[in-house]
């Protein structure tokens, strides 16, 4: 018998439908947990050490090569490295000076062959800019340029295979020295190898994109080409590059404060959340998209799944544990200017207000949520509905009824005919991606739990393992439920008869202050502009990290990224619609500025 340590729970909760408790009257930086820039309040969970631990947490993906990173150049010569990402918004990490990463990127290897990866805190940390004074907020949605980051890495790659002298340099720096021939033969095609697969995705599924814009990324079409494209092909070298498609879907970096409390989860609610087992799902997927090395093979030996999902899989189940930890511990950032007590009184009252009124609390309010195994406390509810925005993600997922939905189908590759027995069917030669992902995943982590049995928290949970199959597919028993659990962490097949709608998730606001632009697909600026009827929405904005505490989101002018992001609401499928939420459209200007005195303070 094993035993399964989850996760810590959260401070208590005020549940029903009731706000929380409006923050004290002089809101403070809390400038004692970092030495350079001024830190939100985030909670008395939150100090430090946590910090430190989510910025550098490595959770096993495997970008490139910390040698060949450091080595490549900038068009203009500058090392690629040489000013720590910053110029794609990648943040200084204070709590580790001396690195030459920015927050959220890692490195895993033994010493002297490194690599980077990713992990949740550089798409998961943001940091604005008011009146010349910076605030870091951990755990926000990040102002980041990721499709820049990944067109320029290519490009910087390119140069060093397709010039010699630029090759040579690379070479002398990476092997520190004069190389000689064997070696610089070895090291070409090393980087050959790695070429190949990141172009394909790169060249087909970026490039062919509309630019993601700071803040915004594709995450789910870069999921599933990832894994479909590159991942399970039989071929040598695995690529399937039939299957890969442009990623135009993108969406905004979601908050992580509650994140892990939702009883529903990812921008569509599809996928159910809120205990450790559901959380290790969700992150898992996430490691894929970003660099894992994972080559799942067909092993006659797995008595069960009869697949390989874990032995050339390079997700850390441990890191991704403490991650979930770590996310757990942070809190909503507190508002950090004045404000007016009796006007955000008045917006409480509005909040509170039904939803026909132009009130809140029905879709964001606090309410006690599902009822997970290996969570003791209640999670939240977290609704789902369909209410008029933006519906281009579920060209990906698809929408059972809708013709024009179909989801994204590809080539199984060698998992044709892998199952999950009572989680995920058969997969067929042609089928979803979706599927293919949730097979993948949940193989790799029912192959992985006597590891994952060993995570250590602070709550004992008895784990009894089913000694009627092999070691190799332990099934285990938690509180008297099966994994079958994991079933809910990817969606399950609707019925074809009646067209589905486009929803996604209504969460809790805490904090909402700080996540702009707002909707999933991030195409309203500020609230004042999401409490104007759609029509009236700004049509374009510029996107970066100056903030306007008047209106709360982004700034009209902005002093980084020359971007603009162009909107609008005629085209529902577009990915840039700002349609829909038409709620609170309706009250009076002076109701809207009581409510959004309350949301600050949130």
């Not at 910090?51 to 910390?66: E, H, V």
Request: hydrophobic share 40%; with cysteine.
């Amino acid at each position: 018998m094993k035993r399964l340590l989850i996760i810590a729970a959260l401070t208590a909760v005020q549940l029903g439908c009731t706000p929380p408790p409006a923050p004290p009257e002089t809101p403070r930086a809390n400038t004692s947990q970092s030495s350079m820039k001024p830190a939100v309040d985030q909670g008395p969970n939150w100090t430090r050490m946590e910090r430190a631990a989510f910025y550098s947490q490595d959770q096993g993906s495997k970008m490139i090569p910390l040698r060949w990173m450091a080595a490549l150049k900038q068009p203009n010569g500058d090392g690629f490295l040489a000013d720590g990402l910053a110029r794609y918004g990648y943040l200084k990490n204070n709590e580790n000076p001396n690195s030459v990463l920015p927050v959220g990127f890692t490195t895993n290897g033994p010493q002297g062959a490194e690599w980077v990866g990713m992990t949740c805190s550089a798409c998961h940390t943001r940091q604005i800019q008011v009146q010349g004074t910076t605030y870091r907020i951990d755990g926000g949605p990040a102002i980041a340029d990721f499709h820049g980051l990944l067109i320029d890495l290519d490009q910087a790659v390119s140069q060093v295979l397709t010039d010699g002298t630029a090759f040579s340099a690379f070479a002398r720096q990476v092997l520190e020295g004069e190389p000689n021939a064997g070696q610089l033969a070895q090291l070409q095609q090393q980087v050959n190898d790695w070429y190949l697969p990141y172009h394909t995705i790169v060249s087909l599924a970026v490039a062919k994109a509309p630019a993601w814009g700071p803040s915004r990324l594709d995450a789910v079409g870069m999921i599933f080409n990832r894994l479909t494209g590159l991942d399970i092909g039989t071929t040598p070298n695995r690529i399937i590059d039939r299957n890969i498609k442009p990623a135009d879907a993108p969406v905004r970096y979601p908050f992580l404060w509650n994140a892990a409390r939702q009883d529903k989860t990812q921008w569509p609610g599809f996928a159910d959340n809120g205990d450790a087992l559901l959380g290790l799902a969700r992150n898992t997927g996430e490691v894929i998209g970003v660099f894992a090395q994972f080559h799942p093979f067909k092993d006659p030996s797995r008595h069960v799944l009869k697949v390989d999902y874990s032995g050339e899989n390079s997700a850390d189940t441990d890191g991704l544990m403490k991650l979930e930890e770590l996310v757990r511990r942070i809190g909503p950032p507190r508002w950090q200017w004045a404000y007016d007590e009796t006007l955000r009184a008045k917006g409480e009252t509005i909040f509170n207000w039904p939803t026909q009124q132009g009130g809140c609390v029905e879709c964001h309010g606090i309410r006690t949520g599902q009822k997970r195994v290996l969570q003791p406390e209640p999670t939240w509810a977290t609704p789902v509905m369909d209410v008029g925005t933006d519906n281009r993600q579920y060209k990906l997922i698809g929408v059972a009824g809708r013709a024009a939905f179909p989801g994204w189908i590809v080539d199984t590759g060698v998992l044709a005919g892998a199952e999950i027995p009572l989680i995920s069917p058969k997969l067929k030669q042609y089928d979803s991606a979706l599927n293919v992902l949730k097979t993948a995943v949940v193989g790799g982590l029912l192959q992985r739990l006597p590891t994952i049995l060993e995570f250590r928290s602070d709550r004992d949970v008895v784990v009894t393992q089913d000694t009627a199959t092999d070691d190799k597919d332990t099934q285990v028993t938690v509180r008297g439920a099966k994994p079958a659990e994991l079933a809910g962490a990817f969606p399950k097949a609707a019925p074809k008869a009646a067209p589905q709608p486009f929803v996604y998730e209504s969460r809790v606001l805490q904090g909402i202050w700080a996540a702009a632009p707002y909707l999933h697909n991030g195409s309203v600026p500020t609230l004042a502009d999401l409490l104007k009827a759609d029509k009236d929405r700004p049509l374009s904005f510029k996107v970066g990290p100056d903030y306007d505490p008047v209106n709360v989101g982004l700034a009209v002018e902005q002093t980084r990224f020359n971007y603009t992001l162009v909107t609008g609401c005629m085209d529902r499928t577009s990915g840039n619609s700002n349609c829909g939420h038409n709620f609170g459209t309706k009250l009076t200007p002076d109701q809207k500025a009581a409510l959004l005195e309350y949301l600050k303070l949130l």
